[in-house]
């Protein structure tokens, strides 16, 4: 087995067999009710109350479960206060909040798991909501701070009237979740609904990956109040409102194609397409002044952005779908079945034909117009339609060669032989 000190060298892939290798040799696997997993980076002022309400919770409850703290790589003598108050330790050399939280998912021996910081601004001396929820069927349990009460000092005002309502209602308008705190600190999930989620994050986003994965993944969700208390910390904390903030809402539009690419790039071909043809006819006068070639001009760039934007985002999909990123989605499958390699030939063939025939028409017409500034302002409004077509026909042929690479891993390999019309050949 490689040494955990050496992760550093290795690539995030080898970085993950040698931490699960270090922990599957580590711990030998016994089974329980649920497991409590805390990250933990320098936090030796409020690690040992956090484990002693733990304690206290789970023998008050007659709850078979264990205690596990995911350290990301503390030198405040955090370590040896878990060892001696008797949780488990994990050492998770990847920094980030996410990294502790998916290793220390990963190592835990609960068929559920309930995760909370370890500053003490989360009490856990009553997680019988979490557990009852999770008993009840549920796959993923969030605690929301904002029905069970912000305590003063407790959260900035920035994180508390700006970032979290903002980017919550960014993570329901995108994902369509139910879950109404994205990034309250407290939850609870099953274990199998852990392995189906394949959480790749490492930062602060975790959070915001969970909600969004359990969402498209269809899992049971429901919340339960939570109160936030001031942490009992006396140095800054570690997270970065700013920093973090923006992590959140990158990862929400990255995951989102819809939202990132879609909807603005059909926005601006449709608008491009609607001012273009307006503008085909000649000049169009919109109170003072006369809109012409020059606009019509910039109708054709929004209508070539709006198209490559419609196009990345067919290609985000079908990447991250193949990459495990989205859950596989059938109606992306019956688009493959219908739109094929040949069928994007044929239509970007098209696009170019009419395109040259286009310019053909308007060198022609140049020609014969005694090139006078009339006649330039005439042949440019055959131009310009001719150039986008042109450009539409190469991108899409070029399109569809990639969408035909990008879609070999789309296509289902699941399909039982008997079912290949190969039957004969195995009787």
């Not at 997680?127 to 407790?154: C, H, T, W, Y």
């Not at 920093?243 to 603005?264: A, K, T």
């Not at 760039?301 to 067919?314: D, E, N, P, R, S």
Request: hydrophobic letters at 45%; proline letters at 4%; glycine letters at 10%.
């Amino acid at each position: 087995m490689k040494n955990l000190a050496s992760l550093d060298a290795q690539s995030p892939f080898e970085q993950e067999a040698t931490i699960a290798a270090g922990m599957h040799i580590a711990t030998a696997p016994r089974s329980c009710e649920l497991s409590i997993v805390m990250p933990c980076l320098n936090e030796a002022e409020t690690l040992e109350t956090c484990i002693k309400k733990a304690q206290t919770w789970l023998a008050e409850a007659a709850c078979d479960g264990e205690i596990l703290i995911a350290d990301n790589g503390s030198s405040d003598g955090s370590i040896e206060i878990a060892n001696r108050c008797g949780a488990r330790v994990v050492h998770v050399p990847v920094r980030g909040y996410g990294a502790a939280l998916y290793y220390g998912s990963r190592a835990a021996f609960g068929r559920f798991v309930i995760i909370g910081d370890s500053d003490d601004s989360y009490d856990f001396s009553d997680l019988s909501p979490f557990l009852e929820q999770l008993r009840a069927g549920n796959d993923l349990v969030m605690g929301n701070r904002f029905l069970g009460g912000i305590k003063p000092g407790a959260m900035p005002w920035k994180n508390r009237y700006v970032g979290n309502p903002i980017l919550t209602w960014i993570g329901r308008l995108f994902f369509h979740s139910k879950a109404r705190d994205f990034h309250c600190g407290l939850r609870g999930y099953t274990r199998e609904a852990f392995e189906r989620m394949n959480l790749r994050t490492t930062g602060m986003e975790f959070a915001s990956e969970m909600v969004i994965k359990a969402t498209l993944l269809g899992l049971r969700i429901t919340e339960v109040p939570t109160v936030l208390s001031r942490d009992g910390r006396s140095r800054a904390p570690h997270l970065r409102p700013w920093r973090d903030g923006w992590r959140h809402l990158r990862f929400m539009l990255v995951y989102s194609p819809r939202w990132l690419f879609l909807y603005p790039g059909a926005f601006l071909a449709t608008a491009g397409l609607l001012v273009g043809g307006w503008l085909l006819g000649g000049p169009r006068r919109v109170g003072p002044a006369a809109l012409d070639v020059h606009t019509l001009l910039y109708a054709a760039v929004a209508v070539l952005l709006g198209y490559q934007a419609i196009l990345f985002a067919v290609f985000a999909r079908i990447f991250a779908m193949t990459h495990g990123l989205l859950p596989m989605h059938r109606r992306m499958e019956r688009v493959f079945e219908h739109l094929t390699l040949e069928t994007g030939l044929a239509l970007g063939l098209v696009l170019l034909i009419a395109g040259l025939g286009a310019s053909l028409g308007a060198f022609i017409a140049w020609r014969g117009s005694g090139y006078g500034p009339l006649s330039v302002q005439h042949t440019l409004r055959l131009v310009i339609p001719a150039a986008l077509s042109i450009t539409l026909g190469a991108q899409t042929i070029f399109a569809s060669f990639f969408l035909s690479v990008l879609g070999l891993g789309v296509r289902r390999l699941d399909i039982p032989l008997e079912h290949s019309g190969r039957e004969s050949v195995h009787k």
